[in-house]
């Protein structure tokens, strides 16, 4: 049963307080001693990013169908945020959580602290890793599906390509030109992790041709469309076709921006192409899979195997990542453009194609 805590109970009042504000919160869940809770404690940004913490919730909602676990949702508003939303779900006696999920890279400061003070508490911590007995850490190859919608990226511009779609209202007409063969990236905040997002991207694009422009900008947050609406027009109007960005929620603002010009956008984390009104502009979706992550970590509490001190690797071979085609564009991209994608896969699953996590070596 999932359960939304009140930021303000959660945090407020004193530990003692806290705690008991949060057992009232969970209907009751820890009277049942067979059954396992988890806490989640989501990235900034919070749920309705269609993105990297959705995906997160995917797994837990997809465990709760699978095992029959219960568990609790927690949305940080600032980083300062971590540290007691962590501890207040190791702390918690009604119920227990036997995992605290802990979702982002942002959040390893505050685990350290946590793992030691709870050193009888299960942790899982996505996108980074800490070395400590009772976390289970989960990081993804995020440059090798980055380097796949690169390379769609690049096939496209350097192509005439037309797709027949809408956006509000009307009908559109969805194109690149291969006059200029010039692709975008736009990035939240910038840090070593997104970094790796835009170096597998350009690298992709320079598979196809080294000569490809890759425009690259950070909007500074994950959460300011009107930000990435922004960038993304300077983008389009400096004769970019594609525009990938790892941005959050920022980038929704990227994909109003190709729809409302008729050009092409590529999402993240999840398949953004889905309940989308942009749907006809995004091409590809880069999906990580922090909903297999979050699954897996779960499962191994419950089958009593949990992982902890292990770090555990998802790339392309284990199916952590994956370039997803565009659900407007299931079937409509040439065969020949699908072929090369298959063949650069598997090229990087057998070592013949090693992807840069650094911008500078792309």
Same mark, same amino acid.
């Given at each position: 049963?999932?359960?939304?805590?009140?930021?303000?109970?959660?945090?407020?009042?004193?530990?003692?307080?806290?705690?008991?504000?949060?057992?009232?919160?969970?209907?009751?869940?820890?009277? !049942?001693? /067979?059954? =396992?809770? %988890? $806490?989640? &404690?989501?990235?900034?940004?919070?749920?309705?990013? +269609?993105? *990297?913490?959705?995906?997160?919730?995917?797994?837990?909602?997809?465990?709760?169908?699978?095992?029959?676990?219960?568990?609790?949702?927690?949305?940080?508003?600032?980083?300062?945020?971590?540290?007691?939303?962590?501890?207040?779900?190791?702390?918690?006696?009604?119920?227990?959580?036997?995992?605290?999920?802990?979702?982002?890279?942002?959040?390893?400061?505050?685990?350290?602290?946590?793992?030691?003070?709870?050193?009888?508490?299960?942790?899982?911590?996505?996108?980074?890793?800490?070395?400590?007995?009772?976390?289970?850490?989960?990081?993804?190859?995020?440059?090798?599906?980055?380097?796949?919608?690169?390379?769609?990226?690049?096939?496209?511009?350097?192509?005439?390509?037309?797709?027949?779609?809408?956006?509000?209202?009307?009908?559109?007409?969805?194109?690149? !030109?291969? /006059?200029? =063969?010039? %692709? $975008?990236? &736009?990035?939240?905040?910038?840090?070593?992790?997104? +970094?790796? *997002?835009?170096?597998?991207?350009?690298?992709?694009?320079?598979?196809?041709?080294?000569?490809?422009?890759?425009?690259?900008?950070?909007?500074?947050?994950?959460?300011?469309?009107?930000?990435?609406?922004?960038?993304?027009?300077?983008?389009?109007?400096?004769?970019?076709?594609?525009?990938?960005?790892?941005?959050?929620?920022?980038?929704?603002?990227?994909?109003?921006?190709?729809?409302?010009?008729?050009?092409?956008?590529?999402?993240?984390?999840?398949?953004?192409?889905?309940?989308?009104?942009?749907?006809?502009?995004?091409?590809?979706?880069?999906?990580?899979?922090?909903?297999?992550?979050?699954?897996?970590?779960?499962?191994?509490?419950?089958?009593?195997?949990?992982?902890?001190?292990?770090?555990?690797?998802?790339?392309?071979?284990?199916?952590?990542?994956?370039?997803?085609?565009?659900?407007?564009?299931?079937?409509?991209?040439?065969?020949?453009?699908?072929?090369?994608?298959?063949?650069?896969?598997?090229?990087?699953?057998?070592?013949?194609?090693?992807?840069?996590?650094?911008?500078?070596?792309?």
């Amino acid at each position: 049963m999932r359960t939304k805590l009140d930021r303000r109970t959660f945090l407020g009042g004193t530990a003692g307080a806290a705690v008991t504000g949060l057992a009232g919160c969970t209907g009751g869940g820890g009277g !049942n001693d /067979e059954t =396992t809770n %988890v $806490g989640m &404690v989501y990235a900034l940004g919070g749920l309705g990013d +269609k993105a *990297f913490n959705d995906m997160a919730h995917t797994g837990i909602q997809r465990a709760e169908e699978e095992l029959d676990i219960e568990y609790s949702n927690t949305e940080p508003e600032s980083q300062s945020e971590f540290e007691t939303m962590q501890r207040q779900f190791a702390s918690s006696s009604d119920p227990t959580y036997e995992l605290v999920a802990c979702i982002g890279f942002a959040q390893t400061s505050a685990l350290e602290t946590n793992a030691e003070e709870f050193p009888d508490q299960k942790f899982m911590l996505v996108d980074s890793t800490l070395d400590a007995d009772n976390v289970a850490s989960y990081v993804f190859k995020e440059e090798q599906g980055s380097f796949q919608v690169g390379h769609l990226a690049g096939l496209l511009t350097t192509r005439e390509f037309s797709h027949e779609g809408s956006y509000g209202g009307s009908d559109t007409t969805f194109s690149t !030109n291969s /006059e200029k =063969t010039t %692709v $975008g990236f &736009v990035g939240g905040k910038e840090n070593p992790l997104i +970094k790796k *997002f835009e170096a597998g991207f350009m690298a992709g694009a320079h598979h196809v041709d080294e000569n490809i422009e890759v425009r690259r900008a950070y909007a500074g947050s994950w959460n300011d469309p009107s930000k990435g609406k922004e960038i993304a027009d300077s983008m389009y109007n400096e004769d970019a076709d594609v525009v990938y960005h790892a941005a959050g929620g920022t980038g929704s603002g990227v994909f109003k921006s190709a729809a409302e010009r008729g050009s092409l956008a590529i999402g993240v984390d999840s398949d953004q192409s889905l309940e989308n009104d942009a749907s006809h502009a995004i091409v590809a979706s880069m999906v990580k899979h922090v909903d297999t992550a979050v699954f897996n970590a779960t499962k191994s509490v419950v089958d009593d195997a949990f992982n902890g001190g292990e770090i555990t690797a998802l790339g392309l071979e284990k199916d952590g990542v994956e370039a997803v085609i565009g659900t407007e564009y299931e079937g409509e991209l040439p065969s020949d453009i699908t072929d090369a994608l298959e063949e650069s896969q598997s090229a990087i699953n057998n070592g013949d194609i090693e992807v840069p996590t650094d911008p500078e070596n792309a």
